[in-house]
């Protein structure tokens, strides 16, 4: 089955840097979105993405956040400024239509200290 | 803003017994449910969908039950196996809008 790649697994960084999440989305889906998980808890939806912008965000997803496909390919998620409470796992979910299931990630697990 | 939560924080199950989560959601516009399993460490993997105009759809040893009369959803499990502990989401969304996932419910099957 098509999966939704992630990387990296584990990012450690230091609070006030700047981190970037990739993700290679199922070849034929056309919708993007970032999620992401405090240990413990639920998990919370960041950002949408479709047709090069975004079509829905989050009040967690502030300036210091952006999400970029680059290169056709890989979606990103940028955060400029990192702090302690960006620690979370990063969920990339992608689908082919909205109102589908949407496929997860395996996530990455982002450390800031 | 409108949310979805579960019942019970944590179920523990025979194995070889059938289990039941339980999903109260609050947005009655809602038109779209599905249920993910997460294992430690994993992404939150789909397990059943269901649309508002259907109550009722069978996978394989998996139930999803849909009342909008009360805003509730369930997820049954049968004959569960060892395989099966892991944390369930429900999850909602209304038209073109994004997926919310409610709190959880951690699933453990006694051997």
């Known amino acids: 089955e098509p999966e939704v790649t992630q990387t990296p697994s584990h990012q450690v960084t230091q609070m006030g840097q700047e981190v970037i999440l990739r993700c290679v989305p199922i070849?034929?889906?056309?919708?993007f979105y970032w999620y992401r998980q405090i240990l413990g808890q639920k998990v919370e939806f960041l950002v949408s993405?479709?047709?090069?912008?975004?079509?829905?965000k989050s009040e967690i997803f502030d300036d210091q956040f952006s999400v970029e496909r680059p290169d056709g390919s890989n979606f990103t998620l940028k955060i400029r400024s990192t702090k302690l409470e960006d620690s979370a796992m990063y969920f990339c979910?992608?689908?082919?239509?909205?109102?589908?299931?949407?496929?997860f990630g395996s996530g990455t697990q982002l450390s800031v200290l | 803003g409108e949310s979805v939560g579960l019942h019970l924080p944590t179920l523990s199950v025979q194995e070889g017994d059938n289990s039941i989560i339980n999903c109260a959601y609050s947005?009655?516009?809602?038109?779209?449910f599905i249920w993910y399993k997460q294992e430690s460490g994993k992404g939150p993997q789909f397990i059943i969908d269901?649309?508002?105009?259907?109550d009722k759809r069978q996978g394989q040893r998996v139930t999803v039950l849909l009342n909008k009369t009360v805003k509730h959803l369930s997820l049954q499990i049968a004959a569960t196996q060892p395989g099966d502990s892991a944390v369930y989401f429900c999850?909602?969304?209304?038209?073109?809008?994004?997926?919310?996932f409610g709190t959880g419910t951690r699933l453990t099957i006694i051997p």
């Open positions: 070849s034929n889906h056309l919708y």
């Open positions: 979910a992608t689908t082919t239509a909205t109102n589908e299931k949407l496929f």
């Open positions: 999850a909602e969304s209304f038209g073109n809008e994004k997926l919310t």
């Open positions: 947005n009655s516009a809602s038109d779209y």
């Open positions: 993405f479709y047709n090069n912008e975004i079509s829905e």
């Open positions: 269901i649309r508002s105009n259907m």
